[in-house]
């Protein structure tokens, strides 16, 4: 069983929102930083969001401005907000985790992430 459940995908129209979750009982996250990436069919998987153990974020330029990753480390989930979908930010969506105490994660490559979810789908279409 995956050590990460990702929660809240599924159909949207262009413009829509959705919220995505992720969830663990199985460590605590506050050592840990936490990323969200995404794949498309065909596509390599890329990097999203990430945030910091101490809550500093980073986006990829397609998702500036849309999208927003929280961490609500109380109760061991990771969110990421979606906001003006748009057809191209159709995916699977990961979220990840990596013990790492950086000041900020947008130096890290996702293959330095070690503990994974199984995804869940986004699909933007009208």
């Known amino acids: 069983q995956s050590q990460f459940v990702e929660s809240g995908g599924g159909l949207v129209q262009p413009g829509g929102s959705l919220r995505l979750t992720c969830a663990t009982s199985?460590?605590?996250?506050?050592?840990?930083?936490l990323g969200w990436f995404r794949q498309a069919p065909g596509k390599e998987r890329e990097g999203v969001s990430c945030?910091?153990?101490?809550?500093?974020?980073d986006y990829a330029d397609s998702v500036k401005g849309r999208f927003t990753i929280s961490r609500d480390n109380a109760k061991n989930i990771v969110y990421l907000q979606m906001n003006s979908l748009e057809p191209e930010d159709t995916g699977i969506y990961y979220c990840?985790?990596?013990?790492?105490?950086?000041?900020?994660?947008?130096?890290?490559?996702?293959?330095?992430?070690?503990?994974w979810g199984q995804g869940t789908q986004v699909t933007v279409s009208s």
């Open positions: 990840a985790a990596r013990r790492d105490s950086a000041y900020v994660c947008n130096d890290t490559p996702q293959n330095d992430y070690t503990d």
């Open positions: 199985a460590l605590s996250l506050v050592p840990y930083m």
């Open positions: 945030i910091s153990v101490y809550g500093l974020a």
